[in-house]
């Protein structure tokens, strides 16, 4: 089961790109890979989803390699309300759905 | 407004005080499910629901039970709580499309300690 190693905490500054990568090293071919963002005392919410390739939203990018094996979200010109914690989640696909591994997230901190 | 709704919010309760919080959603979403969330371990999966009277334990289910009655509820129901369970819940909702690439809707937790 594929499960995402992230790191723990990041810091930036205001108007920067920040790249938060995600390592799933075990991923498999029916795998979509998401990414979630959380402020504190609120649920996750949906930023981005990818299988392959780079993904863009009005939110943020998502590069995944061709071997799928990592991916990376891009935050365009950071705020201090982008200040959050970060989660990538490997979702099993069709044949085991229901499987979610979240992993422990990355705190990202927005300095002004 | 779409939304996955959880209630209480805050609870504070005491050892052996079997208690309920409720999830309910009004997007019609097949999938339900219940999660924890703890300094350091991120989210871990309690138990989800794949339809009406379908469910399957998660990653840690130990204390806990559901029931999917009808498809917009999905309580979490802890019969005998324990000090190792405060902690903040989440329940999320999905249609099958969304839950093959893991789109989730989040409720906005609810905080439970136990004394």
């Known amino acids: 089961l594929a499960k995402t190693t992230q790191p723990i905490s990041m810091d930036s500054y205001e108007g920067q790109e920040v790249n938060i990568t995600c390592s799933h090293n075990?991923?498999?071919?029916?795998?979509?890979i998401t990414w979630y963002q959380q402020f504190p005392s609120q649920g996750p919410r949906f930023i981005i989803q990818?299988?392959?390739t780079k993904v863009t939203n009005e939110v943020a990018s998502l590069f995944i390699p061709a071997d799928r094996k990592s991916s990376t979200l891009s935050l365009p010109r950071v705020s201090l309300s982008d200040t959050a914690v970060y989660y990538c989640?490997?979702?099993?696909?069709?044949?085991?759905?229901?499987?979610?591994?979240f992993g422990s997230g990355t705190k990202l901190n927005v300095k002004p | 407004e779409a939304q996955v709704t959880q209630n209480p919010r805050y609870l504070i309760t005491v050892t052996g005080k079997k208690l309920t919080v409720t999830c309910s959603q009004n997007m019609n979403h097949e999938y339900m499910s219940w999660y924890r969330q703890d300094p350091g371990l991120g989210l871990r999966q309690i138990y989800y629901s794949m339809n009406v009277e379908v469910t399957d334990k998660g990653d840690v289910p130990e204390g806990y039970k559901v029931s999917r009655k009808e498809k917009r509820n999905f309580p979490l129901i802890l019969e005998s709580p324990s000090p190792n369970q405060t902690s903040l819940y989440f329940c999320a909702s999905s249609s099958p499309g969304q839950t093959s690439t893991g789109e989730l809707f989040f409720g906005e937790g609810s905080r439970l300690t136990v004394l």
């Open positions: 989640l490997v979702a099993q696909g069709v044949y085991n759905f229901n499987k979610f591994y």
């Open positions: 075990n991923i498999a071919t029916n795998d979509y």
């Open positions: 990818g299988y392959k």
